[in-house]
C-alpha cells in the first residue's frame, strides 16, 4: 500500500513558507493566460508533423505496493533510504518478475513526495508501475529519512547518485536496466547521476534542470537571489526535520539521522546564506558554484534525455542549455518548453497542449523506447517544440539556435524617464539623450518576475492579479524604449543582448531589464528578463554567444578580481543578459525595453554594496553611446 503523509508532517510542511508546499496535493496549475492551440507558427523549419502514430497501452497490473526505507549504504557507510514502489500480484504482494527501475533522488523528503510533493514530484509512479515498472525513490544524503550533511549538488552527492543507480540496477527484483523521472532538484540529480554513467541506465527524463546554477537562479546579473533561494533552504530544512517512519523500529538510525540534519544546517546551509548576503565568497562565482552546476559535467552524460522546461521558470536559462550541449555531443535529445513557471513545469500538468500527450504518457513512451525496446514513434516528436508567446502556437524545430536565426539590433534613442515618457527603438540612426533610472526598491514586486522568482508561489495564491499579465504599472518606475508599431510580425527565439551605456555617480548599481510586447490597447506583456550588476560589467568574449558577429549571449565572470566600480564621470557599455525565450510582436504591436533599477522581491545586493544601489543611474544613447539590444529573430 502506498503510505499517507503523516498529519505532522503535513503541519510541518504547512508551515513552511517555501516552494511547492504551500501546495495542496494533486492542485493542477493553469498556465498563464494565453491562447493555447497546437498549430504551429508561422514559418518553422520543421513541417508540420503528421498526427502521432502511437498510442499509450494499457495497464498490466492494477495495484501496486510499497516497500518503504530500503538501506542503501554508501562507500563511506552513510546510509541512505528509499521506498520501492512495485506492481502487486493477486494477494498484494510485489510480483515476482525482475522489472526495469525508474529511480527519482529528491531532497524533499521521499514521503512528502509520495503525497504529491504540492506539485514538485511531477507525475507519479503508479502510471509507470502498472505498466511494468518499479519505482526506486531515494532521499539524497542529509534531506529526508537518509543519513549524513546535505551538501546540494556537491561531488560527494553525484557521487551518491551514481551509486545509488549501480545498486538499482543489480537488486534481485531488478533486470539490469534503469532511467530516471522527476522535477526541478530530481531533474538536477538525473544530469549528476548519468555523467557517472552508472551500468543499466538507459534514458532520462529531466523536468526543469539547471545547467549553472550561479548565472540561472543564485545570482543572475551579479546580485543574489532571495526570492527562491531562502525558500527552497527552507523546503529542504522543513522535510528533513520529519521524524522517519523507521525511527521507533530503529530509534538509533533515527536519532543519527536527526543529528546529522542538524550539522548540516549549521554547517552548510546557514553559513551559506549569510555569507552569500553579506558579500562573503558564495557571493562570487568560482569553484564552489562550478561543483554543483550540470553544465560542467553533462558532457559525460551519454543516455538519451528528454527535457521539460519553462520560459517563466527558474531555470529558463538554463534548460536550453543543457539541450544544446546534449544535441551538439550527439545524445538523443528532446526538449518541450512552454509558458510554465516552476511548479507549472515541475508538475508537468500542462504537457499535453504541445501535442505529444500528457507528461505520464510521454515518459512511458520514452522509456518503453528506449528501456524495453518497444517502438516509440520518437520520430514524430520534432527534438525541440517551445511555446510562442504572442500568438499561443507551439513551434517545431530542429536546434534551439538554427540556421534560420538572425541577428537584428534595434538602437535606443532619445530621451526616456520614470512616469511614462517613453524614447525609441529604431533601426535606424539613435538621437542622443541622457535618461536617469531612478532607485525605486519597489519596482518588479508586482510582475510577472516576482511570480517566476518565488517558483510560481506567488501565482498560485494570487492567480487572478492584473499585473502578472500587464507590466505597464511596473514599467512606470523606469525607462521604457519603444518601436513604432510594426508593420511585419517580429519572431524572436533564443538569448537577447541588452547593451546599455551607463554612468553612475556612486559607481555602480544594477539594471533590471524587461523585453515586452505593447499591444494596441496599451497593454503590457513581460516576455523575458534580465539583470546586470554595473560593477560586474567584465565580459569574456571567448564564452559569450555571438550571432552573425553580434553579440547575442554575454558572459561574465562575477568573480571578485573582475569587479570594477565606474570611476567618476566614465561612461561605460554594460552589456545586460536577457533570458532566452520564444515570441512573436504582431503587426500593429510594439517591442519594448524597459530599464530599471531594481527587481523586488528577486534580487538583493550584499549589504555591503546595497547603498550603492541607492544612487540613480544614467542611460546614455545615440551614435556616440550606441546602447542597443540585439535578438535572434527568424
Known amino acids: 500500500m502506498t503510505s499517507v503523509l503523516p498529519r505532522a508532517a503535513a503541519a510541518v510542511l504547512t508551515a513552511v513558507l517555501a516552494t511547492a508546499t504551500l501546495l495542496p496535493a494533486g492542485t493542477a496549475y493553469a498556465a498563464p493566460a494565453q491562447p493555447a492551440t497546437n498549430r504551429v507558427a508561422a514559418a518553422p523549419v520543421l513541417p508540420q508533423l503528421a498526427p502521432t502514430p502511437w498510442k499509450p497501452r494499457g495497464e498490466q497490473y492494477t495495484a501496486t505496493v510499497t516497500t518503504k526505507d530500503i538501506p542503501i549504504v554508501m562507500d563511506d557507510g552513510v546510509v541512505l533510504r528509499a521506498d520501492l514502489v512495485r506492481p502487486a500480484g493477486l494477494l498484494g504482494n510485489p510480483v515476482t518478475t525482475k522489472l526495469p527501475v525508474i529511480v527519482t533522488i529528491t531532497a524533499y523528503n521521499k514521503t512528502v513526495m509520495a503525497s504529491g510533493g504540492g506539485g514538485l514530484a511531477g507525475s507519479g509512479p503508479d502510471y509507470l508501475v502498472k505498466r511494468g515498472y518499479a519505482q526506486l525513490t531515494v532521499d539524497a544524503r542529509g534531506t529526508g529519512s537518509s543519513q549524513g550533511q546535505w551538501g546540494a549538488f556537491s561531488a560527494r552527492e553525484g557521487k551518491d547518485a551514481g551509486a545509488i543507480m549501480d545498486w538499482a540496477a543489480s537488486q534481485p527484483w531488478s533486470n539490469g536496466k534503469t532511467g530516471m523521472t522527476g522535477p526541478s532538484y530530481m531533474g538536477i540529480s538525473q ?44 523546503l529542504v530544512t522543513a522535510t528533513g526535520v520529519i521524524p522517519p517512519a523507521y525511527g521507533a523500529q530503529e530509534p538509533a538510525a533515527g536519532l543519527k539521522m536527526a543529528l546529522d540534519h542538524l550539522k548540516g544546517g549549521l ?34 552524460v551519454k543516455v538519451p534525455t528528454f527535457l521539460i522546461g519553462g520560459e517563466y521558470d527558474l531555470f ?42 500528457t507528461l505520464a504518457e510521454l515518459q512511458l513512451r520514452w522509456f518503453d523506447h528506449y528501456i524495453k525496446g518497444i517502438d516509440g514513434k520518437l520520430d514524430a516528436i520534432a527534438p525541440l517544440t517551445y511555446f510562442e508567446q504572442g500568438s ?243
Open 191 to 234: 544530469l549528476f547521476a548519468a555523467a557517472h554513467q552508472p551500468k543499466g541506465l538507459k534514458a532520462i527524463f529531466p523536468q526543469v534542470p539547471a545547467a549553472d546554477v550561479y548565472r540561472d537562479v543564485v545570482a543572475s546579473g551579479g546580485q543574489i537571489d532571495v526570492g527562491f533561494i531562502p525558500l527552497w533552504l527552507g
Open 392 to 634: 499561443g502556437a507551439w513551434v517545431k524545430k530542429s536546434k534551439w539556435m538554427d540556421t534560420d536565426l538572425t541577428a537584428r539590433k534595434y538602437a535606443l534613442s532619445g530621451t526616456s524617464s520614470a512616469g511614462g515618457k517613453a524614447g525609441t527603438l529604431t533601426t535606424g540612426t539613435p538621437a542622443a539623450g541622457k535618461s536617469i533610472v531612478p532607485a525605486l526598491p519597489v519596482t518588479g514586486l508586482c510582475t510577472r518576475s516576482a511570480n517566476q522568482w518565488t517558483a510560481g508561489v506567488v501565482n498560485l495564491l494570487l492567480p487572478g492579479l492584473p499585473c502578472f499579465h500587464d507590466n505597464k504599472l511596473n514599467d512606470l518606475g523606469g525607462l521604457t524604449f519603444d518601436t513604432v508599431p510594426v508593420s511585419k510580425a517580429v519572431r524572436i527565439q533564443g538569448p537577447i543582448n541588452a547593451r546599455l551605456y551607463a554612468s553612475s555617480f556612486s559607481g555602480d548599481g544594477m539594471f533590471s531589464v524587461a523585453i515586452e510586447d505593447v499591444a494596441p490597447d496599451g497593454k503590457v506583456s513581460r516576455l523575458t528578463g534580465g539583470w546586470q550588476v554595473i560593477s560586474h560589467r567584465a565580459l569574456d568574449k571567448t564564452r559569450s554567444r555571438y550571432l552573425g558577429g553580434q553579440l547575442l549571449q554575454p558572459y561574465h565572470p562575477f568573480t571578485k578580481a573582475a569587479q570594477k566600480n565606474l570611476a567618476g564621470g566614465e561612461i561605460a557599455p554594460v552589456d545586460v543578459e536577457v533570458f532566452p525565450t520564444g515570441a512573436v510582436i504582431q503587426p500593429g504591436h510594439q517591442l519594448r525595453i524597459s530599464v530599471q533599477a531594481f527587481d523586488v522581491p528577486h534580487l538583493l545586493s550584499p549589504l555591503s554594496a546595497l547603498l550603492a544601489q541607492l544612487v540613480p543611474t544614467t542611460v546614455h544613447t545615440g551614435p556616440a553611446y550606441p546602447s542597443a539590444i540585439t535578438l535572434a529573430v527568424r
Open 316 to 357: 529558463q536559462r538554463g534548460t536550453p542549455l543543457d539541450f544544446e550541449r546534449l544535441q551538439k555531443n550527439g545524445v538523443p535529445a528532446k526538449f518541450i518548453l512552454g509558458p510554465w513557471d516552476h511548479l507549472q513545469g515541475s508538475s508537468g500538468a500542462e504537457v499535453a497542449k504541445a501535442g505529444y500527450g
Open 267 to 300: 554547517n552548510f546551509t546557514l553559513p551559506l546564506a549569510l555569507k552569500a548576503v553579506l558579500g562573503g565568497e558564495p557571493a562570487y562565482d568560482g569553484p564552489f558554484y562550478a561543483e554543483r552546476s550540470p553544465i560542467s559535467v553533462i558532457d559525460k
